[in-house]
Nanobody, 121 residues
Framework: QVQLVESGGGLVQPGGSLRLSCAASGNIFSINAMGWYRQAPGKQRELVAGLTSGGSTNYADSVKGRFTISRDNAKNTVYLQMNSLKPEDTAVYYC???????????????WGQGTQVTVSS
């Protein structure tokens, strides 16, 4: 089994910054990709930022230039640095990872429990 544990959410004023972390643990042979999604009340979950094992990144248009995704391979951890936060960034943020475990033929998607980010004055 694999666990993803997120941290770093909270309340921040508009224009402020937060850094989210997501650490993967358990039966891990390789992490193929990691990313962050978010879901605001009444809205569908959407991709915020993704990072492949090869280092390629992609971002939602709404966060380009403000958010940065990065990864520490030694710690099996992915980060999301969020700057210039706006009220519309308020959502529950979920970590996602596509992981192949020891003994697995294919990789599987895993999700964290979610962390609340609230941007408000």
């Amino acid at each position: 089994q694999v666990q993803l544990v997120e941290s770093g959410g909270g309340l921040v004023q508009p224009g402020g910054s937060l850094r989210l972390s997501c650490a993967a643990s358990g039966n891990i042979f390789s992490i193929n990709a990691m990313g962050w999604y978010r879901q605001a009340p009444g809205k569908q979950r959407e991709l915020v930022a993704g990072l492949t094992s090869g280092g390629s990144t992609n971002y939602a248009d709404s966060v380009k230039g403000r958010f940065t995704i990065s990864r520490d391979n030694a710690k099996n951890t992915v980060y999301l640095q969020m700057n210039s936060l706006k009220p519309e960034d308020t959502a529950v943020y979920y970590c996602n990872a596509h992981i192949t475990g020891w003994g697995d033929i294919d990789g599987y998607d895993y999700w964290g429990q979610g962390t609340q980010v609230t941007v408000s004055s």
